[in-house]
């Protein structure tokens, strides 16, 4: 069985940066791309990073391109989110996931089938 762990939310001003871990386990973590979600307070689930099975390649919601930077290790089966610059909305649970769906653009909640239980982000004002 599948297991995603996050880890690394918390407080922080804005301006400031955290970086968030997703471990992995069960499955080939490096036959899969990997993605992190976010869901605010009353609102929908939305994407906000993915990388390749290798990593060579990485997309970014346009929100937070140019302030977070995705990455893994195969090695480690893990996936980071390094998030500089940190505004307060991009204040909410924060999910890693599998894509195991490669023909559904990357964006698509529906391209991944495993979750993680997420972790909360708050940047204050």
């Known amino acids: 069985q599948v297991q995603l762990v996050e880890s690394g939310g918390g407080l922080v001003q804005a301006g400031g940066s955290l970086r968030l871990s997703c471990a992995a386990s069960g499955g080939t973590f490096s036959s899969y791309a990997m993605g992190w979600f976010r869901q605010a307070p009353g609102k929908e689930r939305e994407f906000v990073a993915a990388?390749?099975?290798?990593?060579?390649?990485?997309y970014y919601a346009d929100s937070v391109k140019g302030r977070f930077t995705i990455s893994r290790d195969n090695a480690k089966n893990t996936v980071h989110l390094q998030m500089n610059s940190l505004k307060p909305e991009d204040t909410a649970v924060y999910y890693c996931?599998?894509?195991?769906?490669?023909?559904?653009?990357?964006?698509?909640?529906?391209?991944?089938?495993?979750w993680g239980q997420g972790t909360q982000v708050t940047v204050s004002s």
């Open positions: 996931s599998r894509r195991n769906r490669p023909y559904n653009d990357y964006y698509d909640l529906g391209a991944y089938d495993y």
């Open positions: 990388i390749s099975r290798s990593g060579g390649s990485t």
